[in-house]
C-alpha cells in the first residue's frame, strides 16, 4: 500500500529523514535506509538541507525507489526557477517519485556556498499551486502536458504559530495539500494547541505528521534551542539529558514516550536523527509502534 | 534616494591602474549618504595623492545621473581633458552615465546596493524592490520584495528566531508587515494568495 493511501486509511504513518550524500558514494545512503526498510511507511529526501550542496534529491530518490523504497522527495524554491521546478517535477514523477514535500529552504547564507543566488522565484504557496497544475495535465503557463503527474503534495509547518504564519498555513493547504510534516515537537502539550488552532483549516488531524528529533545530549539540545528555528526543547527535558547516566538512552526514551503520546492525536511521525538511522527502530520499538 | 557605500580604499586602488585621475561626486543620494559630496571627494583626493596618483581636478555635479550636456561640463572642467581616468562618486546611474557621454575609463567609487530612503538621520535601506508590478498596499507599504530576503509573497517561511530573520539580525519583514496591516484595518490583504512576480517586467535592456 502506498504511502498516501495509508494515510488516507488512516494509518499511524511512520516517515524517517535521510540527506543525499556529499558526493557521488550512495554507500551511506543506502546503509541508512536499510536500517528503516521493515517499517518505514516512505523516507524523507532532503533538498540541499540547511543550504548545504548534495546530491540531487531526485537523483538520491531514484536510487532509493529502483531499490524498492518509497520516497517523499524535498523541494525548496531557494535553487530553482520556475522552469527548473517544473522540469524537475516532471523528471521526478517519470522516474517513479509519487510524494514530494514543499518549503521555502534556508537562504544560501546558512549554508556552505554563501554566496550563491538566492531564487525563490516563487515561495512554497505557489510551487504547492503550481504542482496542483502540474497534476491537472498542465504547465504553470497552462501547455497542456504530454503525461501528467499525480503527487501527493506535502507542506512543512512550525508548531508554534503566530497568527500570520498561521495565515501561510491555510494558504498552503488551500492549494491541495495532502499532508503535513511539522518541525520537531518537544512538548505534547503545545502540539496540542497547535491542532486546535489548525482545527478550522480543513486539514484532517490524521494529514499531520509530527516531526521528532531523538535527542543525543544535553549539548544536541541545546544546540536545537539555539540554532534550529521553530524547535523549542523544554527546560524539564534539558534536566533529564543532562541528569541521565547514559544520555542517548534517554534521548531514546523521550523520543519514545513523545511518539507513544502523539499516537491517535495525528496521523504519524517523522523521525529526524542527529545522523543515521541506528536507533530508530529501537525507539519506536519502545514506543510500541512495531 | 539610491543608498550607495563607499567601496574600502585598496580595493579601489587595485583597480585604478592610470595616474592623472579627475574625481567626480554627486549633490544627490551620495551627498546625503555621506558617501559622495564634496567632503568625501576631497578626503578622496587626499587619500589618492597619498597613494601616488596625480589628482588633476575635481567638481561634485548637481546631480550625476542627470546630466543635459556633456560640452557644458567639459567646458567648465577643462581638467578633465588631463586626465587618464575619471573616478566617480556616484551610484551606478550616475557612474554609466558619465560612462557613456565621456567616453573614457570611468571607476565607481562606490557600491550601489539598494532603493532606499532617508527618515531623519536614519538610512532606510532596500524600501523597494523595483520589480515593475507594485502592489505594495496590499503588504501595508512595506515591500516584501527587498525587506524580505526571500522575497515571499505569501507570508513568511519557518526560519524567524523570536522575530528575527534567519539571515542576519533584522526583524521579520512579515511580522511588520502583519502589524501594519493589523493597524491599518486591512488584514484581510493578507489572506490572498499571490501569484509569483512577473519578471518579464523586469527584462533587461528595456526601452524607455
Known amino acids: ?290 | 534616494m539610491i543608498i550607495s557605500s563607499q567601496k574600502k580604499f585598496k580595493e579601489l586602488l587595485r583597480a585604478l591602474k592610470e595616474r592623472n585621475i579627475f574625481i567626480i561626486g554627486c549633490g544627490k543620494c551620495a551627498t546625503k549618504l555621506h558617501v559622495g559630496g564634496e567632503p568625501e571627494v576631497l578626503e578622496m583626493r587626499k587619500k589618492l595623492t597619498k597613494a601616488g596618483k596625480n589628482i588633476v581636478g575635481w567638481m561634485v555635479m548637481s546631480s550625476a545621473c542627470n546630466i543635459s550636456s556633456w560640452d557644458d561640463v567639459l567646458a567648465k572642467n577643462p581638467e578633465i581633458g588631463k586626465s587618464e581616468a575619471l573616478l566617480v562618486m556616484s551610484c551606478g546611474g550616475g557612474v554609466s552615465l558619465i560612462s557613456s557621454l565621456s567616453e573614457r575609463q570611468v571607476y565607481p567609487a562606490l557600491d550601489t546596493e539598494s532603493l532606499g530612503g532617508v527618515r531623519l538621520e536614519d538610512t532606510m535601506k532596500e524600501l523597494c524592490g523595483m520589480c515593475g508590478e507594485c502592489t505594495v498596499w496590499e503588504f501595508g507599504g512595506i515591500c516584501p520584495v527587498s525587506q524580505c530576503p526571500k522575497g515571499l509573497l505569501n507570508g513568511p517561511c519557518g526560519g524567524a528566531m523570536e522575530g528575527k530573520c534567519e539571515v542576519d539580525e533584522r526583524t521579520c519583514a512579515w511580522d511588520e508587515i502583519y502589524e501594519r496591516q493589523k493597524k491599518l484595518g486591512k488584514l484581510e490583504y493578507l489572506g490572498i494568495v499571490q501569484e509569483p512576480k512577473n519578471h518579464s517586467k523586469k527584462k533587461r535592456r528595456q526601452a524607455v
Not at chain 1, 547516566?245 to 499516537?263: F, N, Q, T, V
Open chain 1, 1 to 290: 500500500m502506498s504511502f498516501e493511501s495509508k494515510l488516507n486509511k488512516g494509518k499511524f504513518v511512520v516517515t524517517a529523514e535521510i540527506s543525499p550524500p556529499k558526493g557521488t558514494d550512495t554507500g551511506d545512503l543506502l546503509k541508512d535506509a536499510s536500517m528503516i526498510k521493515d517499517f518505514a511507511d516512505a523516507i524523507n529526501v532532503t533538498d540541499n538541507q540547511r543550504a548545504i550542496m548534495r546530491m540531487s534529491p531526485v537523483a538520491a530518490c531514484s536510487i532509493l525507489e529502483s531499490k524498492g523504497f518509497e520516497t517523499i522527495m524535498h523541494l525548496t524554491c531557494r535553487d530553482r526557477n520556475r522552469l527548473a521546478l517544473q522540469s524537475e517535477l516532471l523528471g521526478a514523477y517519470a522516474l517513479g517519485i509519487k510524494n514530494i514535500l514543499v518549503m521555502s529552504g534556508d537562504h544560501p547564507v546558512k549554508g556552505d556556498h554563501e554566496g550563491a543566488k538566492p531564487v525563490y522565484d516563487m515561495d512554497s504557496v505557489q510551487l504547492l499551486g503550481m504542482v496542483q497544475k502540474l497534476n491537472s495535465g498542465f504547465d504553470f503557463s497552462g501547455n497542456r502536458l504530454d503525461g501528467s503527474t499525480d503527487f501527493c503534495a506535502g507542506a512543512v509547518t512550525n508548531i508554534e504559530l503566530n497568527e500570520i504564519a498561521l495565515m501561510k498555513l491555510e494558504k498552503k493547504i488551500s492549494q491541495g495539500v495532502r499532508f503535513i510534516q511539522t518541525q520537531a515537537v518537544f512538548d505534547i502539550e503545545k502540539f496540542s494547541v497547535f491542532l486546535d488552532k489548525i482545527k478550522d483549516t480543513g486539514i484532517s488531524k490524521s494529514w499531520i505528521i509530527a516531526g521528532i528529533i531523538p535527542l543525543k545530549s544535553e549539548k544536541s539540545a541545546l544546540f536545537l534551542n539555539k540554532n534550529i528555528a521553530g524547535i523549542k526543547v523544554p527546560e524539564n527535558i534539558i534536566d533529564r539529558m543532562k541528569n541521565a547516566r547514559d544520555p542517548e538512552m534517554k534521548g531514546m526514551e523521550i523520543a519514545a514516550g513523545l511518539i507513544k503520546e502523539l499516537h491517535g492525536m495525528c496521523g504519524g511521525v517523522h523521525i529526524m536523527p542527529i545522523g543515521n538511522h541506528e536507533k530508530t527502530k529501537n525507539i519506536l520499538e519502545m514506543a510500541g509502534i512495531i
